[in-house]
């Protein structure tokens, strides 16, 4: 894999699979550029996506969408689901509240030109100089751009998982529950299923490799909780 990192700059990390497309003129939902705020770079900005070496078309498509903490758990996802599904990633830097994000969505749609099947998505580890207000405000244009991903998709909401006192990226645990509040409104409301990271990994605080981040072992923990509830999902459209 081919990792490229610029300061001040948008960076884009993908597969060696994955087939570079001239990007042009993209469909982006008229609700995502509809969305007011301004975006606040990060120093690094990244993004990250994935699709299988080896796409089974009898088998439906699954996407994870999230940031850093979606990526750490995508190998085991993948493992989980052989044999069940082709899993793709999109991991970005870019926050709720970022115009920008619902447009990466679609450039993601368009250029993959995959139908999903499931969507197990996650946002909030990033965009710290966001407000909750616009963090809130942000979270229709963002469902929106997940919603018009191709596909019968069943979508799944992952919870932002906590952090020790010491992160120094402007995350912190009342922070993090005030965006989890505000989105859990958002998945009862549209009826969206709920995958309680948060909840799971406060039972796993010995497991932390950074302030932020999981090791290894809490990835795996972290991915078999996702795949048990993407393979719910896709027994529910089987019946």
């Not at 970005?92 to 994000?101: A, E, F, K």
């Not at 244009?141 to 997940?146: E, P, T």
Request: proline share 5%.
């Amino acid at each position: 894999m081919i990792a490229i990192a610029n300061r001040s700059r948008r960076v884009s990390l993908r597969h060696l699979c994955f087939t570079s497309l001239a990007l042009g003129m993209l469909f982006v939902p008229a609700l995502a550029l509809a969305q007011p705020n301004k975006a606040i770079a990060e120093e690094i900005e990244w993004t990250w996506e994935v699709r299988p070496q080896h796409v089974d078309t009898q088998l439906p498509n699954v996407l994870l969408l999230g940031d850093s903490i979606t990526r750490n758990y995508f190998p085991q996802v993948t493992q989980d689901l052989a044999g069940i599904a082709n899993v793709y990633l999109i991991a970005s830097s870019t926050s709720v509240g970022d115009p920008r994000l619902p447009q990466q969505i679609a450039e993601f749609a368009a250029l993959q030109r995959v139908s999903f099947a499931v969507v197990h998505f996650n946002n909030g580890m990033h965009g710290w100089g966001y407000t909750e207000s616009q963090f809130e405000a942000g979270f229709p244009s963002f469902l929106a751009a997940v919603s018009a991903l191709p596909g019968r998709k069943t979508l799944i909401w992952a919870t932002i998982t906590p952090v020790k006192p010491e992160a120094t990226t402007g995350a912190s645990n009342p922070r993090i529950e005030a965006r989890n509040a505000i989105a859990k409104v958002f998945a009862e409301r549209e009826k969206i299923l709920l995958d309680d990271q948060h909840r799971l990994m406060t039972n796993h605080l010995d497991l932390y490799e950074d302030a932020i981040h999981f090791n290894k072992a809490g990835a795996n923990i972290m991915g078999d909780q996702a795949a048990a509830t993407i393979k719910q999902a896709l027994q529910s459209q089987s019946h």
